[in-house]
């Protein structure tokens, strides 16, 4: 088809032709996002189209929250090939995409600044890294194995095609089920707001340009309502709690009226 015969129409029943196939609306979803940017990109870049249908997005999609505890990383560590296990620590001591990790070279590492700059981004932006002492121990392992590249696989760069089977080989030794490389990063995430930090510095830390790509990570982190949540605690007293009953209001408002 030509891109002037997609109308609303042929975008509904490619939709409906992955419901039926039992997709969720998630996978839906990405299909659906996937046309509507190249629909946008010919429109507003390209200037092949002077209008696009309106796509929306199918609703009901459930947000996917999926993370590890500190002992199912450290089970899952345990049993991974040590290329393997050195992108799964690097990627739980920093945020970073698989592809991040895989594509970062020596030339953008400095390790006495404890910083790494990542020029090859998910959303296009550049961004610096800073390194803890878990990331940096994992870095000073690699020194050595190649020039170039900082992780390495029987001595050349690795690539995600030398990490498939190994992955999820470990998955099924360490018990891990419906578990993503990509839910590292949600792990690292999330264990960051469990730990205090707060939403504005998790986004500058793992390179999210809005901050609702953050805000879904707030219900780790509690001690903002702490305060709050103590004020009806048993023995702290209840002096600020008014003896209301619902029942003697209603009979005092009926004496008044009689």
């Not at 696009?52 to 450290?74: N, Q």
């Not at 592809?99 to 550049?126: F, H, Y």
């Amino acid at each position: 088809m030509t891109l002037n015969q997609i109308n609303g129409d042929v975008v509904w029943s490619i939709a409906q032709g992955l419901i039926k196939k039992g997709n969720k609306p998630a996978t839906v979803n990405r299909y659906l996002a996937l046309i509507r940017n190249l629909l946008k990109t010919a429109r507003d870049e390209w200037q092949w189209l002077d209008s696009i249908p309106k796509i929306r997005l199918l609703p009901g999609e459930v947000e996917r929250d999926r993370w590890l505890t500190r002992e199912e990383a450290d089970r899952l560590i345990s049993v991974c090939p040590p290329h393997l296990a050195a992108l799964v620590r690097f990627a739980l001591a920093t945020g970073c995409r698989a592809s991040e990790i895989t594509n970062l070279e020596w030339s953008r590492v400095d390790l006495s600044r404890r910083t790494a700059w990542i020029n090859q981004t998910k959303n296009g932006t550049p961004r610096g890294v800073p390194l803890n002492n878990d990331a940096v121990i994992v870095l000073e392992e690699q020194l050595g194995k190649h020039p170039k590249a900082c992780f390495t696989y029987q001595g050349q760069p690795i690539q995600r095609s030398n990490c498939n089977t190994s992955w999820y080989r470990a998955l099924e030794e360490a018990g891990l089920e419906d578990f993503r490389f990509h839910d590292l990063r949600h792990t690292w995430a999330s264990w960051h707001r469990q730990a205090g930090t707060s939403c504005d510095e998790l986004k500058d830390l793992g390179g999210w340009k809005t901050r609702s790509m953050v805000d879904r990570y707030a219900k780790f982190a509690t001690e903002n309502l702490a305060f709050a949540a103590s004020r009806i605690e048993l023995g702290r007293g209840t002096g600020n709690v008014i003896s209301l009953s619902r029942f003697c209001h209603v009979s005092e408002m009926k004496k008044a009226s009689a």
